[in-house]
Structure formats: structure tokens, C-alpha cells
């Protein structure tokens, strides 16, 4: 048992995240036994990676802000004010605590018609199963599990989130949510296939599916912008944003899946949305922007720099993202499966034979 204990200690000292600034203070720290323990564990790299980024606090983070900074800064391109209300000296910062609040002390309806354990259960399955590509996503040297097929196991699992959504829709069992399903059904179809093929176009691009090794190549955003342009929509549709929020028509009678959820299991698939924005914005940035590649590397900050420099690439993504619900009016349902089973698939096959090309011309 000792042996074993030994051998998992040098396993996470072997594989501690370099930070030069922080060390005199590491030093310190590891002179107190269980102190110098728990930190030790910390800066493991999968643990860092699953704890801190790209994982549970950086998420946890950006979906306390990210929901204000989306109304406000989209209602500055609209010119309208954004939130206010709650405390308006501070520019509404602390709406989201009252609408966290709000969803916590709520109550949660279950009608009669509902399928009760399944409605109960699919939001808390759904949120949980929205953090799983984090095991699979890097920031710079930094990642939860290092396999070389991680992009193959980050779309397998992206491609399950469909699963759990025609779930929620399926236990409300309502006419109601019914429609909002069966739009999310065709938007999923629609896009998927071309999201799934532009992925391939840059895995064949760069000779690999490990994202630690393709920091190293040239930015894929250069090389095949046709397969980023396409990832970048596919992208908007897999996370129900303007233009494509067509399951969440309000202004018509089905207003999503979700229709029936109120209280905490309505929160959970509210901030659910947020998490696939930012797992699909950190796969671009691997993908497309260099990953934690950057113009800067600050010597004190080792391999932090990876992860700053992917935290600034993929909040850019992000911000995109979001920015266009202040631009593009909603598409109906027929538009929206014209875009992705016509215009998205010749994309993604024109992104993919220029892959092939490329590669075979000995450019990459």
C-alpha cells in the first residue's frame, strides 16, 4: 500500500504545472505537510485541467458574467440600455445573482401529464453531461486526459448533448414542447453532418487528433478558412444562437423543449447553453486559432501562458458568437434546414477535399 502511495505521489510531482512566479511561494507552502499535499494535487496537470481550466471554475466563472455581458453588450450595438433594474448604479451587474436566486428558491411544476422521474432527472443529466468534453479540451499543456484521439472523443461526446435535449422534450410530454423538440430534431440533423466533416477536414490537415499537438501547426483558421467559417455556423446552430434560435421561437406557440421547466431545472438548462458555447468557442480555438499559442509568452508565467492565451481566444469566440443576435433577424425552420443540409454540407465538403489537397501538395 505504501509503495502505491509512493508511486502515485511521484506520478503528480512528475507532472506538476510550471509556474516560475509562483514557486518561491510553492517552496514555502511545501514545507507544511498536508498544505504542500493538497496544493501538490492541485497543480497536477489533469487536476488543474479539470478544476481550474478549462474546467469547472473557468466555466463556472464565465457563466456568472457571461449572461450580463451578453445583454449589455448586445444592447449597446442595438442602442438600448440592457439590464439595470437590479442596483442601476452598478449598470445591472448583480441581475444574474437575482435571477440565480430567482431559479434556486423557485419552484419546480411538474404538470400531470409529465413523465415525472424523467422530467425531474434529464436537466440534471443534461448539465452534467455538457461538462464532459472538458476532459478532452486543452489549454495550452494543460489537459484533464491526454489521449491522441481526444478530438474524436470530444465530438462524440458534443454529439450526445441532442440526446438529453429530445429528453427534456419527450418527459414534458406536452404538444408544446413536442414542437420545440421535433425543431430541435431537424436543426441537430441539419447540422451535424457538416459540423462532424469540417472537424475531419482539419484532423486530416494536421496529421493528428491529439489538440497538444497541433498548437504546432499553423493556425487552421489560415490554412482552411472554408472548414472555420463552417465550424463557426455549425457552432451558432449547436448552441441555438441568433440566427438559428429556431427551437426557441417565443413570439410563436412553442418556445423550446423547455417549455415546461421552471425553478432550479429551468436554470440548469438555461446555463447548459452557455456550457456548449463555451466547450464548441475552446474546440474553434484549437482547432482554427492555435489553441495557447500567442504573440507574447511572459517568462514568470511558464505554462500559464497556454492557458491565458486560450482563455483570450476562446472568450473572443464567444463574444462573436453572442453578437450575432444583435445582427441577424431569426430564420424559420424550412431556412435554417436549407442553410445546413445545402449550403453547410457543400461547404464542408469543399473544407475537406481542401484538406486532402493541401496535404498532398506537401503544404502542410
Known sequence: MEQVINELLETIMSNQLNVPVLQPILDSVSQLPMVGLIVSFILWKPVFALLICPGLSTVGILLLFFPWIER???????????????????????????????????????????????????????FLAALLPLLFLNAGNVMAIETPYAIQALLALVCLFPFFILGLGWASNSRFAFIGTVREAFMYFAY??????AVLAMI??????????????????????????????????????????????????????????????????????????????????????????????IAGLGELNGVMWF??????????????????PRYRLDQGLNIGWGVMISLSLIALALSIVLVQGGVI
Request: charged residues 15%; contains cysteine; neutral net charge.
Open 204 to 297: 486530416i490537415l494536421f496529421g493528428t487528433s491529439n489538440p497538444m499537438l497541433m498548437a504546432d501547426k499553423p493556425w487552421g483558421i489560415i490554412l482552411n478558412p472554408i472548414a472555420a467559417f463552417t465550424f463557426f455556423v455549425g457552432a451558432a446552430m449547436a448552441t441555438s444562437r441568433m440566427p438559428f434560435e429556431i427551437p426557441e421561437a417565443d413570439q410563436e406557440v412553442a418556445a423550446g423543449p423547455h417549455v415546461e421547466y421552471s425553478g432550479i431545472a429551468f436554470g440548469l438548462i438555461y446555463v447548459m447553453c452557455y456550457e456548449k458555447a463555451y466547450i464548441l468557442a475552446g474546440l474553434m480555438t484549437v482547432l482554427f486559432l492555435g489553441g495557447g499559442s500567442g504573440p507574447v509568452i
Open 311 to 328: 482563455l483570450i481566444k476562446t472568450v473572443i469566440v464567444l463574444t462573436t458568437l453572442f453578437v450575432l443576435r444583435t445582427i441577424y
Open 72 to 126: 449589455k453588450l448586445c444592447a449597446r450595438i442595438q442602442w438600448r440600455v440592457g439590464p439595470r433594474e437590479i442596483v442601476p448604479w452598478l449598470g445591472g451587474l448583480i441581475q444574474l445573482i437575482a435571477d440565480t436566486l430567482r431559479f434556486l428558491f423557485q419552484e419546480v411544476i411538474v404538470h400531470r401529464d409529465a413523465h415525472r422521474p424523467y422530467f425531474l432527472q434529464f436537466p440534471f443529466l443534461s
Open 192 to 197: 451535424e453532418v457538416s459540423f462532424i466533416i
